[in-house]
């Protein structure tokens, strides 16, 4: 999968690209990378008990967009 960082949020690329006046349905790997998309690799996604959750964040390096996963803590909001 393919996609783009934009204000920290993934932007899932389409499956078509527009170059010019022609519309390229299915590109390659290669039209990907040229039109600025990254490659996204997934962290391992971490086991969780009952009381946790996860974050997700992500990280630009030069050749792809990893997706990382936080463990949280789930507190109970009291009320009152």
């Known amino acids: 999968m393919y996609g783009k960082l934009e204000n920290g ?6 499956h078509f690209i527009i170059d010019g006046n022609a519309t390229i349905i299915n590109p390659t790997d290669e039209m990907y990378k040229k039109n ?5 690799i997934e962290s391992e996604m971490p086991e969780l008990n009952e009381n946790q959750s996860f974050e997700i964040s992500y990280e630009e390096t030069e050749t792809g967009i990893i997706k990382n996963y ?3 803590e789930i507190t109970e909001v009291q009320e009152g």
């Open 70 to 72: 936080k463990v949280v």
């Open 36 to 40: 600025g998309f990254k490659k996204l």
């Open 9 to 14: 949020r993934f932007i899932k690329a389409k």
